[in-house]
Structure formats: C-alpha cells, structure tokens
C-alpha cells in the first residue's frame, strides 16, 4: 500500500525522506531509509491536513500541527585529565552524539565560588580522533580559557 508523497496530505520541515505506507487501514507510516534517518538535534514541525478519509468517510476539519525534537546530545562521561597549571583544569567531555566545537564553546563553561561563569576552550581529544571504536566529534578536551 505504498502511497507518493503528493498522495497524502502531510507536510515536515524539515522534510524527511518518508517512503509512505499504509500498514493497515488505520495506520499510516513514513518509512525511513537506512541513508535517510531523521537528523540528530533537530526539531522537525509536521502538519496534517485534511483529506486522508477513514472508513466512514470522516476527516480532519483543519490542519493538525505537531513538532517534536530528535535526539539531543547529553553527556555520558566526564574526566580528570591533568592540571595545565596551578588554577587550569583540563578536563575530557564525552557525548551520546557527535558535537560541533561552536556549540560546545556556546554551551559549555566552568562555574567559579560565587557563580561566576569561566567560558571552555574545547578541541577534540587527540586521543580518540580517528578511533575505531569511538566515532569523532563526540569525545572532547575542555579547559577554562581564563
């Protein structure tokens, strides 16, 4: 019960690459391909329009709006690498996902006594880039920059 695109009525954006099915009467999926997964951190806004008819003929009476958000990197594992010097901590961040460096600079800091917020200098960590078992980008070396 393959269905083309232009066949129901269902907009994305961003617009993910379904192959639509009708798995039963009630259930309609957009089947993603293995190349085609929906990108990570991303919030995806889908609208249903009227025209997909059930059985009895009934259907919507207007749009239908629903966003959701995929995955987000989060931190799985945090350590102590070695002291740069007397007041400079080095530290080694790893994610879930693969990171960009301007996001992580964006996001993440050192908290002194007292709340002052200290920015991260953040590079990939030499020791993982190009690893087999652990992908690049989600394994960083984080300092304070001041």
């Known amino acids: 019960m393959e269905r083309s695109p232009s066949e129901i009525p269902i907009s994305a954006e961003p617009p993910p690459n379904c192959q ?3 798995l039963d009467p009630s259930t309609l999926a957009c089947q993603l391909g293995e190349k085609d997964a929906l990108r990570p951190a ?3 806004r889908m609208v249903v329009s009227p025209g997909i008819r059930a059985e009895d003929q ?3 009476a207007g749009e239908v709006l629903h966003t ?3 995955e987000r990197p989060k931190v799985t594992d945090v350590w102590f690498k070695t002291w740069n010097s007397p007041q400079i901590p080095q ?3 790893r994610f879930n996902l693969s990171a960009v ?3 992580l600079e964006a996001h993440l800091y050192f908290q002194a006594q007292g709340g002052e ?3 991260a200098a953040v590079e990939e960590e030499p020791e993982y880039v190009g690893s087999p078992e652990l992908k690049t980008g989600r394994t960083w070396r984080i300092t304070p920059r001041t």
Do not use: D
Request: aromatic letters at 24%; charged letters at 15%; hydrophobic letters at 40%.
């Open 20 to 22: 639509w099915r009708w």
């Open 42 to 44: 991303t919030r995806y």
């Open 58 to 60: 009934a259907t919507l």
């Open 68 to 70: 959701f958000t995929t």
């Open 91 to 93: 530290y080694s961040v």
């Open 101 to 103: 460096p301007a996001s």
């Open 117 to 119: 917020r200290i920015p």
